[in-house]
């Protein structure tokens, strides 16, 4: 009953920490966008993306390091991405009285690319599956090695490419963004990755 208590009580605290830097995370992204002149879906799929991803990356290392199970934080990962395309936008849409917009570059090149990756990381596993099998009997099992692992990093460098080509391109408000104290967003922006990363190293832990 007490290991349950002291569970319930890092979860709570945990959570508030969470709720606390992902504030901080999503206010100094906008305010270090907006003066560095970024557009918007560059803010959301980079440099807010890669902080709510910390928890989940901080899951799969800690995960696979100290606890030895890997399927563990990639259970993680899919859950997490499933849930943030599926039922977000639908909750989004559901709640929200104002209108989501879709427009070109969402449906054309982040949709796309979000289905791409999917495809890119199932042909990772597979050739993991088919070329270096670590299975026994009937077992369809396979080591995901280093090359490998490098083919989504590859696509995901792309897809930052890309982003970047975007932000060549944009034209920003030469008035906005001049009033940001740039030291202290970054302080900010660094301490919502921390507070969003540092809680998933309890959750990976589970007790045998």
Same mark, same amino acid.
């Given at each position: 009953?007490?290991?349950?208590?002291?569970?319930?009580?890092?979860?709570?605290?945990?959570?508030?920490?969470?709720? &606390?830097?992902?504030?901080?995370?999503? *206010?100094?992204?906008?305010? =270090?966008?907006?003066?560095?002149?970024? #557009?918007?879906?560059?803010?959301?799929?980079? &440099?807010?993306?890669?902080?709510?991803?910390?928890?989940?990356?901080?899951?799969?290392?800690?995960?696979?390091?100290?606890?030895?199970?890997?399927?563990?934080?990639?259970?993680?990962?899919?859950?997490?991405?499933?849930?943030?395309?599926?039922?977000? #936008?639908?909750?989004?849409? +559901?709640?929200?009285?104002?209108? +989501?917009?879709?427009?070109?570059?969402? &449906?054309?090149?982040?949709?796309?690319?979000?289905?791409?990756? &999917?495809?890119?990381?199932?042909?990772?596993?597979? =050739?993991?599956?088919?070329?270096?099998?670590?299975?026994?009997?009937?077992? =369809?099992?396979?080591?995901?090695?280093?090359?490998?692992?490098?083919?989504?990093?590859?696509?995901?460098?792309?897809?930052?490419?890309?982003?970047?080509?975007?932000?060549?391109?944009?034209?920003? *408000?030469?008035?906005?963004?001049?009033?940001?104290?740039?030291?202290?967003?970054?302080?900010?922006?660094?301490?919502?990755?921390?507070?969003?990363?540092?809680?998933?190293? *309890?959750?990976?832990?589970?007790?045998?």
């Amino acid at each position: 009953m007490a290991s349950l208590a002291v569970d319930a009580l890092i979860i709570i605290l945990t959570t508030g920490a969470i709720w &606390v830097g992902s504030g901080w995370l999503e *206010d100094a992204a906008e305010r =270090l966008s907006a003066y560095y002149g970024l #557009p918007d879906v560059v803010q959301g799929s980079i &440099v807010t993306a890669i902080g709510s991803s910390f928890p989940e990356l901080a899951t799969v290392v800690f995960a696979a390091l100290f606890v030895g199970s890997l399927d563990l934080g990639v259970g993680t990962i899919v859950g997490s991405a499933i849930f943030n395309i599926l039922v977000i #936008p639908g909750v989004a849409g +559901i709640t929200t009285d104002q209108n +989501i917009e879709a427009n070109r570059a969402l &449906v054309y090149k982040e949709a796309q690319f979000y289905m791409i990756a &999917v495809s890119v990381l199932v042909i990772t596993f597979a =050739l993991g599956v088919i070329y270096y099998p670590g299975g026994s009997g009937d077992a =369809l099992v396979g080591t995901l090695t280093r090359p490998l692992a490098a083919i989504p990093l590859a696509l995901y460098g792309l897809y930052v490419f890309i982003q970047y080509q975007d932000t060549s391109d944009h034209e920003a *408000d030469p008035e906005t963004g001049n009033d940001v104290a740039l030291a202290r967003q970054w302080g900010y922006l660094l301490a919502g990755w921390s507070s969003s990363c540092w809680p998933s190293s *309890d959750w990976s832990t589970p007790s045998t």
